[in-house]
């Protein structure tokens, strides 16, 4: 914590010495509104390391158009208030050209209008609930819903582990595990595939063994989970205890290399989709993956991966614009530049689709991207085709 | 000059103040239970049946939003009628925690409608109907009415009950019915905050009213100090504003919410808005002047 | 699957009762519903867990700086806030509420120093084997849960029944100013019972932290309003009622798993919780400490 | 004696216990206790501690069931009346160990009194209507004249536990006096107070009786009780065992019995009914 502030006076002298140097140059303000604290807060720091890395890569390659990135970083602690609270404070106040942000799909459902009416982009990169592009047209998102990468990680699972039929279990509390359950039980449909039982859990909960027993009555060749890291590995070493030995299909909360550790001796056998693998070789990640080691001593989950990737898809569109002068016009030119970036980066090829609202109409932008499969084994990601 | 400056606070704080407004509500709301001797936390559940049924009117129903009101009032009040009989017997820690056990019982049931409620992803799109001036109006008026009450025998009723229940009995006040006046009262106010809220903020979900909200208004309550209508308000507003001028101490910030709360109930045992403590004061300055 | 039912019941209601134990007996002695505690019991889990991974102390070792660690800060709660309160005679829902703070400031504070997220005890520190019988699996750790919430209950209960010191105690349960009259050095068991039950609120961080598999700011929150509802079932202030109200619990909430559906767990523990208030509000059961509130 | 109901005619009592017993446990506090009270005058009822008088009182206030027995009101039943519907009925009672609204000032403690006499409406008190400005008005002249009738009216604004403590048992008799009872019990009001208090009060409770309120007291000092009652019961284990004049209880064998067998009694040396007189 002492560090962060540190490293951020000093980022900022620096930055202020540039900034003497090339007079010319203006700093272009960020919003950022993330969950620094509060329960949420260990997603949020995650996102915020991403932006952070993003943004001192671009800076310090010379910024955008000799223009310097500045960002404004504000706690939204995990709340619906605290969020449309910092979104004004970020658009009016600030005078910030876009926000990134916020962490939780709650509180997007809550702010995001208040970007919207202000003709702000608000760009999440961590809101998989859906109806959330709904909002508007200055509303967008680079995290995948689960409703993309689903289908996909069900196929591979199905054919490398011969599932026929699946229970399922997901956190009936909470927004990012109950979108899940929901798409998954679309996916499931759609696959053909019958579930044994269904069983909930809730945050905060430290025993699973009542829902694995049942689960393990009705013999189903997978375990589908819908849940977040926190609950997630618990539930596997659980799982293990009880002999349950198939194969979990989790969502994107269960993509972390934290999961080696939480359930360290049962973290095999879990199957995960996601645009983001820790073990995608490619050029773009291996680079993001060893810079976020450098600069944080600490190796990155997806939320990382996507608020660094959102940063450089915010900035492709930047570059094409004209800047200076006008506020309100930068902020819709923006918006109209976005939508056409395509980008390759930690989370591999990206393009933004058309969302629409809830009368059918065109609202914001949802992420295209391709899922990648893998699963764990001896305390690493494989990725499965 | 002015009105630009205004322009641009209001835009950067309005969600603020008015949730200063729905904050003083809640307070009041559970000042009112208090006031009576009891200690009920139901009324962050209260809140919730009063946002949920406000929400569901107006997003599905189409329904006017002062007939949304009132529905999100007369909900949670009926609902407090038909628990009351039986909760209200219960007094101290046990009325405590039972209405805590009934306030889980609520989110755990909104968690489970998922048809009508959407379950964890909660309601959202709720249009954005709620001005400044509907807040200003019902926290007037219910200050208003709790002002009149307190200055009348319902008002009397209430501290006699709270001071001894068996005296006020032999009284001739219907302590059981006064109980309930103030459980259902406060669970309508409480209700209106909910629906005002609601129609603030676009979006209510489940996670909001759990243990945590319940504990909040509490706290606005006896941090003002209960010994007058004024105490909640304030209370409310400390409340509301401490994280934002708390802002620069980031991950310590709640730390020191905890400490001021636990800072005041050791040394203002009355709250901050206590009337006595005030009188002495202003006459310590009186004599000084 | 009803007999593997069972026995998860009776782990989890061990795991309810570890917990509880601390609890009522802070409110069976000083009469305060202390909910800071779910605070404290994390804070002992976090001690154990930086203890454990920089001096590579053993399980037991870990148990001891938990204990002794939540035991300080108890009395140190006690000293600051509780005693005070108790000097000025405050009405037994002031402490209540200055608990609350203490947990907001201890939950923030561990979150601020070591993060949200996830964090757990290095896997070598409990054996992690599964005993199975005749298809009942059941791991060392949790037989080492079952064993030791009973012992420790019934180590405390015989220390109240047996020794001065507890009747001491019982005296002062009964009436703090008679036991006063009597001679009992009241502040000092006060003191003693802050320590000790916050110390047992820390072994009990440790254990359900391995148990789970996971330290978190927020793991005593719903640890707490269980322990409320245990406490509750079980009567207030009686440490019999501690263990028999979390099996309780422990039995409903894996029953209704096993028969109702999952997602009603917590409905059918709060929902239980209420009725048995309204119909027997001093518990389910009889009580040996119990206290006017 | 109590056990024989008096024939019709005569006058109808106020106050009629028939039959009544009260079990705590296996402890039988009050056994087929009968008694009626005539309408005006002052009634005493003595006894031994623990003899159970105070039960008497929680039981016609409704603060108590009866085991079995039943107590009729102006020939209304008071079984299973809640405390509020008996006091509205017009029995008020002070209490032995006084039970004043602490934080209140005197006049709201007696205005508290005066709650079932105001009779407006919700929608009159929220916009302070005529008629509840008047009423409340009235209530606040009306506790000023009872408080008048203890002396207490020149600390109207004072706080009940600033009080002294004679003072407090004056505050509790104007408050019962408030909802202008047909019955006002007083348990035991002299307790605690010295010699000039009580006389003081003496005359207070004789000048309230004058305006026509029937009064039933309990009382353990004798000079007080002998002073002012016409009538008297003797409670002891529960059972009535004398009723008479004062004359006839002072020199009743089995009343003197009743206080001199009790050795343990700390009431007995000056309590007892010879020793007052």
């Known amino acids: 914590m002492k560090r962060n502030t540190l490293a951020h006076s000093l980022f900022a002298l620096i930055s202020a010495t540039a900034l003497a140097a090339t007079a010319h140059a203006a700093d272009i303000k960020i919003g950022v509104a993330e969950a620094l604290s509060g329960g949420a807060a260990q997603y949020g720091i995650s996102i915020r390391h991403g932006f952070e890395l993003a943004a001192d890569e671009i800076n310090a390659a010379g910024g955008v158009n000799g223009n310097k990135l500045q960002l404004i970083i504000e706690d939204d602690q995990g709340k619906k208030e605290e969020a449309i609270n910092v979104f004004k404070k970020l658009i009016f106040q600030d005078q910030v050209l876009m926000v990134f942000g916020p962490t939780l799909s709650n509180s997007a459902q809550a702010a995001d209008p208040i970007a919207q009416a202000a003709k702000t982009v608000a760009f999440g990169t961590s809101n998989t609930a859906d109806g959330i592009t709904s909002i508007g047209d200055y509303v967008f998102r680079n995290s995948v819903t689960e409703a993309d990468v689903l289908p996909e990680t069900l196929r591979v699972a199905v054919k490398h582990a011969h599932i026929r039929k699946v229970a399922v279990m997901y956190g009936n509390d909470d927004v990012f595990t109950k979108s899940g359950y929901d798409n998954f039980v679309k996916a499931l449909e759609h696959a053909k595939i019958p579930v044994t039982t269904t069983e909930t859990f809730a945050k905060g909960d430290v025993d699973f063994k009542a829902q694995l027993t049942k689960i393990k009555a009705t013999h189903p060749d997978a375990i589908v989970l819908s849940a977040l890291l926190a609950e997630g590995a618990p539930i596997m070493v659980q799982a293990r205890q009880l002999g349950i030995t198939v194969p979990f299909i989790g969502g994107n909360g269960m993509n972390s290399v934290k999961v080696f550790d939480l359930a360290k001796g049962a973290s095999d056998g879990l199957y995960v989709g996601s645009p983001w693998s820790a073990s995608n070789e490619s050029p773009e990640n291996v680079k993001f993956i060893k810079a976020f080691e450098a600069k944080f001593k600490t190796q990155p989950d997806q939320f990382a991966a996507q608020s660094y990737d959102g940063m450089h898809i915010m900035v492709q569109a930047l570059k094409t614009i004209k800047l200076g002068g006008n506020l309100a016009a930068e902020r819709s030119a923006l918006r109209d530049a976005l939508p056409s970036v395509k980008w390759t980066g930690a989370t591999g090829a990206f393009q933004f689709h058309r969302a629409t609202d809830k009368a059918g109409k065109p609202a914001g932008y949802d992420a295209q991207q391709t899922a990648i499969v893998s699963v764990t084994k001896d305390g690493k990601f494989v990725i499965e085709k | 000059m002015t009105v630009a400056w205004f322009g641009t606070f209001w835009d950067v704080y309005s969600n603020l103040v008015l949730s200063v407004g729905t904050n003083a509500l809640l307070a009041l709301s559970i000042w009112l239970t208090l006031a009576c001797g009891m200690l009920s936390i139901a009324n962050a559940a209260f809140m919730a049946i009063g946002a949920y049924a406000s929400a569901l009117l107006t997003l599905n129903f189409g329904w006017p939003f002062p007939v949304a009101l009132a529905a999100g009032m007369a909900a949670p009040a009926l609902m407090a009628f038909l628990i009351g009989r039986p909760t209200l017997r219960l007094s101290g820690v046990y009325l405590a925690m039972a209405t805590l056990a009934f306030g889980e019982v609520v989110r755990i049931v909104l968690l489970n409608t998922d048809r009508v409620t959407g379950g964890a992803l909660g309601l959202n799109g709720i249009p954005q109907l709620t001005r400044w001036w509907h807040v200003a109006l019902a926290l007037a008026v219910t200050l208003a009415v709790l002002w009149r009450m307190r200055r009348s025998r319902i008002g009397r009723a209430f501290e006699a009950i709270k001071e001894d229940e068996t005296a006020a009995g032999l009284m001739g006040i219907d302590v059981a019915g006064y109980k309930m006046l103030a459980f259902v009262l406060g669970a309508a106010i409480a209700g209106l905050a909910g629906a005002l809220n609601a129609h603030l903020t676009f979006f209510i979900g489940p996670g909001e009213y759990g243990f945590d909200r319940a504990v909040e208004i509490l706290t606005m309550a006896i941090l003002g100090g209960i010994g007058s209508l004024t105490g909640p308000v304030v209370g409310a507003v400390i409340l509301t504003l401490l994280p934002e001028l708390l802002r620069a101490l980031q991950n310590f910030r709640l730390v020191f919410n905890g400490l001021i709360l636990v800072l005041i109930v050791l040394f203002l045992p009355r709250g901050i808005w206590d009337t006595e403590r005030l009188r002495r004061w202003a006459g310590i300055v009186r004599r000084q002047a | ?293 | 004696m109590g056990r024989h109901r008096t024939a019709a005619g005569v006058s109808t009592p106020l106050l009629r216990l028939d039959g009544l017993s009260r079990h705590f446990g296996g402890l039988m506090v009050l056994q087929d206790v009968n008694l009626e009270i005539p309408r005006g005058g002052i009634f005493g009822l003595i006894g031994p501690n623990g003899a159970g008088k105070t039960t008497v009182f929680n039981l016609i206030t409704g603060l108590l069931a009866p085991t079995s027995g039943r107590i009729e009101f102006e020939h209304h039943s008071l079984s299973g009346c809640s405390p509020h519907r008996i006091t509205r009925l017009g029995i008020a009672r002070t209490f032995q160990n006084i039970r004043l609204f602490r934080e209140m000032s005197l006049l709201e403690n007696v205005m508290v009194g005066l709650h079932a006499k105001l009779g407006y409406r919700t929608h009159d008190l929220i916009l302070a209507t005529g008629h509840f400005r008047r009423d409340e008005r009235a209530a606040r002249e009306r506790a000023r004249e009872l408080l008048s009738w203890v002396r207490l009216d020149h600390k109207l604004s004072d706080r009940a536990d600033n009080l002294s403590y004679g003072d407090q048992r004056k505050l509790e008799l104007a408050r019962a006096l408030a909802s202008n009872p047909k019955l006002l019990l007083l348990d035991e009001p002299v307790a605690g107070m010295n010699s000039g208090e009580k006389d003081a009060l003496m005359s207070d409770v004789r000048r309230i009786s004058e305006r026509g309120y029937t009064i039933f007291m309990i009382e353990h000092d004798m000079r007080f009780v002998m002073g002012l009652c016409q009538d008297i019961a003797v409670l002891n284990f529960g059972r009535i065992i004398a009723r008479g004049a004062p004359d006839a209880i002072r020199v009743n064998a089995e009343v003197i019995e009743a206080y001199l067998g009790r050795e343990d009694d700390d009431a007995a040396p000056d309590g007892a009914p010879g020793a007052a007189a």
């Open chain 3, 1 to 293: 699957m009803l007999a593997q039912q069972l026995v998860n019941a009776l782990s989890l209601g061990c795991v309810y009762a570890l917990f509880a134990l601390g609890f009522t007996l802070i409110f069976g002695v000083l009469g305060v519903i202390n909910l800071s505690h779910g605070a404290v019991f994390m804070v002992g889990a976090y001690a154990a867990e930086q203890a454990v991974s920089h001096l590579g102390l053993p399980l037991w070792g870990a148990l001891i700086v938990a204990f002794a660690f939540s035991g300080v800060l108890g009395l140190v709660i006690d000293l600051l806030v509780l005693r005070p309160l108790r000097a000025r005679n405050a009405p037994h829902l002031i402490p209540m509420i200055a608990t609350i703070g203490v947990g907001i400031i201890l939950t923030n504070a561990i979150q601020g120093i070591f993060g949200a997220q996830n964090i757990r005890f290095p896997e070598q520190l409990v054996s992690n084997r599964t005993i199975s019988v005749e298809g009942i699996d059941v791991t060392a750790l949790e037989l080492g849960i079952i064993l030791l919430s009973f012992m420790l209950m019934a180590l405390l209960l015989l220390a109240l029944k047996k020794t001065q010191l507890g009747r001491a105690l019982r005296a002062i349960a009964e009436s703090p100013r008679a036991a006063y009259l009597l001679g009992i050095n009241v502040e000092g068991l006060f003191y003693l019972t802050s320590f000790v039950a916050a110390g047992l609120g820390g072994i009990a961080g440790v254990l359900i932290g391995l148990y789970s598999n996971a330290l978190f700011p927020l793991m005593g929150k719903s640890m707490l309003e269980k322990g409320i509802a245990v406490i509750i079932l079980g009567g207030m202030g009686d440490m019999r009622g501690a263990l028999i109200g979390g099996l309780f619990l422990g039995l409903a909430e894996v029953l209704s798993v096993a028969y109702v559906g999952s997602s009603m767990r917590d409905a059918v523990a709060f929902g239980l919780l209420f009725l048995i208030l309204l119909i027997r509000p001093r518990g389910l059961f009889g009580t040996l400490m119990e206290r006017k509130v």
